[in-house]
């Protein structure tokens, strides 16, 4: 298992840093220092910013399984249209 430390902006979709750490341990710790600093490589992040870890098999499939944190907001939003239209026409 692989475990990836992801700082995103979710108002333009900004994937602000995907850091790959061997354990579970390192990532959390990672975490926590930049929840606790607010900063990124010199950056100031904003309170709606989300500092995450999550883990996978591989960056793949992390891209795969949680797919919105590697796409800009207006990909977000004209996936979320295609779902809906989906949804729609299977009622």
């Known amino acids: 298992m692989r475990y990836f430390l992801l700082v995103f902006d979710p108002a333009p979709g900004d994937l602000i840093a995907?850091?790959?750490f061997?354990?579970?341990?390192?990532?959390?710790?990672?975490?926590?220092?930049?929840?606790?600093?607010?900063a990124w490589d010199g950056r100031s992040l904003g309170n709606e910013v989300e500092v995450v870890v999550r883990?996978?098999?591989s960056a793949e499939a992390l891209r795969r399984t949680h797919?919105?944190?590697?796409?800009?907001a207006a990909e977000m939003a004209r996936e979320a249209a295609l779902t809906v239209k989906r949804l729609i026409r299977s009622w």
Do not use: L
């Not at 579970?24 to 606790?36: I, T």
């Not at 797919?67 to 800009?72: A, D, N």
């Open 22 to 38: 061997p354990d579970a341990a390192s990532a959390r710790k990672a975490r926590v220092r930049v929840e606790r600093e607010r």
């Open 18 to 20: 995907q850091v790959e």
């Open 55 to 57: 883990w996978a098999e």
């Open 67 to 72: 797919g919105r944190y590697f796409m800009t």
